[in-house]
Each structure stands twice: as C-alpha cells, then as structure tokens.
Nanobody, 122 residues
Framework: QVQLVESGGGLVQPGGSLRLSCVASGWSRSIFSMYAMGWYRQAPGKQRELVAKITSGGTTNYADSVKGRVTISRDNAKNTVYLQMNGLKPEDTAVYLC?????????????WGQGTQVTVSS
C-alpha cells in the first residue's frame, strides 16, 4: 500500500524558513523515481493550489507566488521529496500536501499525503 507522509511543518515568523519532507512508502526506489512529485497547499476557504513540482527527470516548476523563495528537490535513493521554503509570508499559511503522479499507458496513477500545517505568523 502506497503512503505519502509529510513532515516539517510548524509555526514560523514572517521571513523565516521551513523544510518540508515527504516520504513515500510502499514503493521501490525505481518506482518512486518514475513519479512526478509535487507540493500543493490549501488555505482555509481557498482552493488547493500547486506550489511546486518536480518531474521524474528533475525538471522543476513553481507557482509565481513562490518563485525565488521555494526550492523543490527529490532524493530517489530515499523515496523522498523536499520543499525548502525561505522568506515565508503570512499568505503562505496553509496545509501543504505531497502529491505523486504518473501517467502509465494512458492510465493516471495519483496519490496524496495527509498534509502538514504551515503557519506563518508573528
């Protein structure tokens, strides 16, 4: 059974940093490496939005709102994807969710974690 487990969230002051981690269990390393991994966030009363994603080949993509402040990376040997967030703002407050996605022979395979809360407040 595939599970994505996020960690690293918490309360941080504006301008601070956090590093989120998402560990995928139930997969071999080779299977994990085939998935595109992403971080999404959802604030109360708002729609879920993409923060950053990284393809199986290592290509990254960021939301305009976080460009220059956030870095996504992956360690396929550890079945882990990271989100380094710097210069945090109150508007970054949200539940951050890890996502894994792959389209295989026309069939989408997608998994979500439970999320980790990030609160940016003084």
């Amino acid at each position: 059974q595939v599970q994505l487990v996020e960690s690293g969230g918490g309360l941080v002051q504006p301008g601070g940093s956090l590093r989120l981690s998402c560990v995928a269990s139930g997969w071999s390393r080779s299977i994990f490496s085939m998935y595109a991994m992403g971080w999404y966030r959802q604030a109360p009363g708002k729609q879920r939005e993409l923060v950053a994603k990284i393809t199986s080949g290592g290509t990254t993509n960021y939301a305009d709102s976080v460009k220059g402040r956030v870095t996504i990376s992956r360690d396929n040997a550890k079945n882990t994807v990271y989100l380094q967030m710097n210069g945090l703002k109150p508007e970054d407050t949200a539940v951050y969710l890890c996502n894994a996605y792959q389209l295989f022979r026309g069939i989408p395979y997608e998994y979500w974690g439970q999320g980790t809360q990030v609160t940016v407040s003084s």
